[in-house]
């Protein structure tokens, strides 16, 4: 682990839950009430980001943006600066939208988002994106930044949770009171269940396509 790899962490985190949060306040001002609107443009965004994020700062760490991407695929050793860095500046992103949209700098989420639906949900859109993550790798690891960018826009329209997959995103949108956002108190269960579907998901996918078996060198 490198003092540059930390950087692309934390700049990526920072983008990329930026980007999520930020494009939720801006449709849900620009849709005039129609939801369906409004999620069309936050998919949209978090989509393109990601297929950015991911081809540029890939080679630098990984472009993890996730603790459980981390703890799975990655620095297992580093993982827990590898997280603060994720963790901080998500933070950080989520509060530079406040700033931008003059809302109130520190808020917390209200928006219920509770329930064995959205718990099936997180684990489903979890254990979708490590598939997506170990298979592509292996297989077709030029494709990955379009692989996952495509499966979270995919995940935001057929999960009843809108695809949050990530621990440390769903911390950060406990932290803005938006159309992203999330209550606090509903964050454990999303948590549990993306590092349960994450687990799932990892394991599945290695025995699928073990690594003597993959068809390109794994990038991660």
Known sequence: ????????EFIGSLILFATVVGSGVMAERLAGG???VALIGNTASTGAVLYVLI???GPVSG???????TILLG???DWLPFTLAQLSGGIIGVLIVHAMFE????EFGSKIRTGPGQWIGEFVATFGLLFTIVVGSRQRPDAVPALVALWIVAGYWFTASTS????AITIARALTDSFAGIRPLDAP?????????????WRFSTWLVPRAHATAPATG
Do not use: D, K, S
């Open 1 to 8: 682990m490198t003092n540059r790899a930390l950087a692309a």
């Open 34 to 36: 129609n939801v369906a």
């Open 55 to 57: 081809t540029l700062l």
């Open 63 to 69: 472009a993890h943006f996730n603790p459980a991407v």
């Open 75 to 77: 620095a297992r050793c």
């Open 103 to 106: 809302m109130p700098l520190i």
């Open 164 to 167: 949050f997959a990530n621990p």
């Open 189 to 201: 269960g999303f948590i549990i269940a993306q590092f349960a579907g994450a687990l799932a998901g």
